[in-house]
């Protein structure tokens, strides 16, 4: 009960910051933004080309406005869209949003239904590639494929956030949600440096996190990380469609993390995983063509099956 209060600070006021948003410089950075109220969760995203869809959730406190070139390359083959995580960004919770895992995965759930007029290609990264697999396991009909970009087992996923947390500051209610709105604008650059493995990719994603925590986005970090992402794993169901999962291991904070884990929900013969040496966290920014061009190579590969 006292994680749930808690996660109040990440909702308080969400009615006047939804409008705020839909009418201010978050809807004015591109001229494709884009909300939709789903699941009582009003998302920003953005969405380019047609054909199967691609959903890539943005990685905070990278926002959409870094998928600039990742949206031209992938709009020649896909329906690209990406959009920002409930209480991430721009993506704004109802007062009442439930931040447990398997309700916020129903919510985002919702928003795919929405949004993908067929089945989609999910390709989330991190602590949200878990509720990919889950999206896939409760929702098979909503999702085609899988591409988990730096996404482990859970019990690895825990040993992450327990490094990105050491003195157990952001697992406390109150005390972590307060201490990101304190320490957000200064720990964001820290986190893309130890994170971002190409440096020239670096200055862009630090310069795209900054402006949209000065333009009131959110990055609600302790609240992911007390109620969507519990240190008891829960029971998610085995995964049947194809899954990519990609790593890039010039990642800073996954150095310790087993690789080998990313498929351990997988059952599709075809699933594999591929390592960059050179790449980071976000490896589908740091090389948009690299990337682009195995994961399309991947998807042609096992759609027949």
């Known amino acids: ?149 730096q996404t482990p087992s859970w019990p690895e996923e825990i040993r992450w956030k327990m490094a990105r947390d050491p003195k157990n500051i952001l697992a406390k209610p109150f005390l972590g949600q307060i201490a990101m709105r304190k320490l957000a604008l200064a720990r964001a650059p820290l986190w893309l440096k130890l994170a971002v493995g190409q440096q020239e990719a670096l200055t862009g994603l630090c310069g795209c996190a900054t402006d949209a925590l000065h333009h009131g986005g959110a990055w609600a970090m302790a609240t992911a990380f007390q109620n969507y992402l519990p240190d008891k794993e829960p029971a998610m169901k085995r995964v049947s469609q194809p899954a990519l999962a990609i790593w890039g291991n010039s990642d800073g904070s996954h150095r310790a993390t087993d690789r080998q884990s990313s498929l351990w929900l997988c059952d599709h013969p075809a699933s594999r995983i591929a390592e960059y040496e050179d790449l980071g966290h976000f490896p589908e920014l740091e090389d948009v063509e690299r990337i682009y061009a195995d994961i399309r190579a991947f998807i042609t590969d096992t759609s027949a099956d």
């Open 1 to 149: 009960m006292l994680k749930w209060m808690a996660a109040r600070l990440d909702t308080i006021g969400s009615g006047k910051r939804a409008r705020a948003f839909r009418e201010g410089w978050p809807s004015r950075t591109r001229e494709d933004i884009a909300f939709v109220e789903a699941g009582g969760v009003t998302f920003r995203y953005r969405a380019a080309g047609y054909g199967r869809p691609i959903i890539f959730a943005a990685d905070p406190p990278v926002t959409l406005e870094a998928y600039d070139r990742l949206l031209e390359i992938y709009s020649a083959d896909f329906r690209a869209i990406v959009f920002e995580l409930p209480a991430m960004g721009f993506s704004v919770p109802g007062f009442w949003q439930d931040f447990r895992f398997f309700q916020a995965n129903d919510t985002i759930a919702e928003f795919i239904r929405l949004i993908a007029e067929e089945p989609a290609i999910l390709a989330f990264s991190c602590v949200a590639g878990l509720g990919a697999l889950d999206i896939a396991g409760r929702y098979p009909s909503r999702v085609s494929h899988l591409v988990q970009i």
